[in-house]
């Protein structure tokens, strides 16, 4: 019998159980755009605590703050898109819950991750010069460029990272993954950057699948960049994950409106949706749907 | 038809990126979306526009359409990229906006417990000392105008000179268009310069509605802004914003 590569399977709770306190964990997609939620929404149930979160940020950061969850938050933005601003982030940082943050420019975000990813300690840039990115975070540095130009240059810090979780379209049980949507975004970056990575998507398939429903210059991950695969249909709900589906608007609306609203709301909103598991959310979100199906049928 | 300030607003937009050449224009918001538009429809035909996502568009949908002929792909990284090569010209909003043509939209107050968190800086560090950069603002106060932004993410001219030539060296804080009127940063010392007040506003209006000094050139006569062609007009109304979206953020 010959040999195939391995099986990567696991459940969201096995990939949960292998977080650790304190581990500096990036959340790939981008703002309330194939976000792991699913992955997120575990980690909310979890006892996970004291995090440094890396995430060009949406609900997943919402959600992880307001829980208390997030010891260190480094971000270059956190939106919801139809929703500019995040409420539960606005208020964990209004109210000082998080303990430390670190606003980088969205692009110092990029050049750290493939700085990790090269296991290089720094790349040089511009962004970040003459603005308040390096006077509210002291500890960056600047390098100057050797060669006869003499450029004083950011020399952003490799963006390293215990833990990645990501979410996919389509995945091989080996972790050999595609998007389908516009946007790889910079799923491949985290998975690099990190010392282990997790996928989460929204169907495993066949190897041979994986490129039937598109190019292979889709396929974003390697299996080598992968620890372990995860299935969670509608696993990035309610963010995109085109052409599965979009944002689940009037959802996101019901989210923000109690996240911006009193703590009373927010506790009904957290009971209703997000105090039981996956399946308990997904049917959660269905009857939310059916209330809104009806509202409009009257 | 005649003019509303909204369109006015879209004609000053489109009149900031008529002498950009062949570069990729890129709107953050509605009014300038639909400036831009209106500026590859007439004054710039060589300007490369997106979605908004994630693709290049051969031709200017109306607002919130989508494009029937695609000619590129433009993902978050790619626009990373155009950023650093810096054949991009952004515009973005501007919470508040200093006498020096720095910018906030990270947060109100003090950064390490902000009265108000906003967005985050997002890309305005990386695109003021990279690329040419105006900004938007729909509501002219003295809220927003102000001597001094409480977090600088993007760079006025003067900040970026301070920090050396590599920020200094591709700076370019191109236009600031506003519900009232049009600036730059050329006035004394890289400070806000005003260019033009929209029909119907006065100097004293302008002043009024900031909260920091306005630097006008020679007598203090100021220039009006020029109102839409008639092409624009028809443009505007009847291709890229028929519905009137424009109007939710400069109502009429």
């Known amino acids: 019998m010959t040999k195939g590569p391995r099986d990567k399977r696991l459940t969201i709770d096995q990939v949960v159980a292998t977080l650790e306190d304190g581990i500096t964990l990036g959340i790939g997609g981008w703002g309330p755009r194939r976000k792991p939620m699913a992955l997120v929404r575990a980690i909310l149930r979890s006892d996970l605590k004291d995090l440094t979160l890396v995430s060009w940020g949406g609900a997943d950061v919402g959600l992880l703050v307001r829980a208390g969850k997030v010891k260190k938050l480094v971000y270059a933005f956190v939106s919801l898109d139809s929703v500019p601003l995040e409420p539960n982030f606005q208020k964990a940082r209004q109210d000082g819950m998080i303990p430390e943050v670190v606003e980088l420019d969205e692009g110092m975000f990029q050049t750290g991750l493939l700085a990790a990813s090269q296991r290089l300690p720094f790349l040089p840039m511009r962004a970040g010069l003459g603005s308040d990115v390096l006077v509210n975070n002291p500890w960056l540095k600047t390098v100057t460029s050797p060669y006869d130009d003499g450029q004083e240059l950011v020399a952003v810090p490799a963006l390293e990272l215990d833990v990645a979780l990501v979410h996919m379209n389509r995945a091989d049980k080996h972790g050999n993954a595609t998007y389908l949507g516009p946007d790889p975004y910079f799923d491949d970056l985290f998975c690099m950057a990190a010392e282990r990575a997790y996928v989460s998507c929204e169907q495993i398939v066949d190897?041979?699948?994986?490129?039937?429903e598109?190019?292979?210059?889709?396929?974003?991950?390697?299996?080598?960049?992968?620890?372990?695969?995860?299935?969670?249909?509608?696993?990035?709900?309610?963010?995109?994950?085109t052409p599965d589906y979009e944002r689940d608007?009037?959802?996101?609306?019901?989210?923000?409106?109690?996240?911006?609203?009193?703590?009373?709301?927010?506790?009904?909103?957290?009971q209703r949706f997000l105090s039981g598991d996956e399946a308990a959310y997904q049917a959660a979100v269905l009857a939310l749907h059916d209330e809104h199906r009806a509202e409009e049928n009257q | 038809m005649s003019p509303t300030r909204a369109d006015v607003c879209a004609?000053?937009?489109?009149?900031?990126?008529a002498d950009d050449g062949e570069l990729f224009a890129s709107p953050m918001g509605l009014l300038p979306m639909l400036g831009v538009r209106l500026c590859r429809l007439t004054q710039n035909p060589d300007l490369v526009i997106s979605d908004g996502e994630s693709l290049f568009l051969a031709s200017p949908p109306p607002l919130f359409a989508k494009g029937d002929v695609v000619e590129g792909w433009i993902p978050f990284r790619r626009v990373f990229d155009v950023v650093a090569y810096g054949k991009r010209h952004v515009m973005m909003g501007a919470t508040q906006i200093d006498r020096h043509g720095n910018q906030n939209i990270s947060a109100i107050g003090d950064f390490a417990r902000p009265k108000r968190q906003l967005l985050g800086s997002r890309g305005a560090p990386g695109n003021t000392v990279n690329n040419r950069t105006s900004y938007w603002v729909p509501n002219h106060s003295p809220r927003t105008f102000v001597e001094k932004v409480d977090v600088v993410s993007g760079v006025g001219p003067q900040r970026a000179k301070a920090a050396g030539r590599a920020a200094s060296r591709y700076n370019d804080i191109h236009r600031i268009v506003t519900n009232l009127a049009v600036f730059d940063v050329r006035g004394p010392g890289d400070t806000l310069r005003l260019l033009s007040a929209h029909p119907g506003v006065?100097?004293?209006?302008?002043?009024?509605?900031?909260?920091?000094?306005?630097h006008v050139d020679g007598d203090g006569a100021i220039p009006q802004s020029r109102l839409p062609t008639a092409e624009e007009l028809v443009l505007i109304n009847e291709m890229l914003d028929p519905k009137g979206l424009r109007f939710k953020e400069v109502p009429e």
């Not at chain 1, 598109?214 to 709900?237: F, I, K, W």
């Open chain 1, 207 to 212: 190897t041979a699948g994986l490129t039937v």
């Open chain 1, 214 to 241: 598109a190019p292979v210059q889709r396929l974003l991950l390697s299996r080598m960049m992968v620890d372990g695969v995860v299935e969670t249909p509608n696993g990035a709900h309610f963010t995109t994950c």
């Open chain 1, 249 to 270: 608007e009037p959802f996101q609306r019901a989210y923000a409106l109690a996240a911006g609203g009193s703590d009373e709301e927010w506790a009904a909103f957290e």
């Open chain 2, 11 to 17: 004609a000053a937009i489109a009149d900031a990126f």
């Open chain 2, 202 to 214: 006065t100097l004293d209006q302008v002043r009024e509605a900031s909260g920091c000094d306005l």
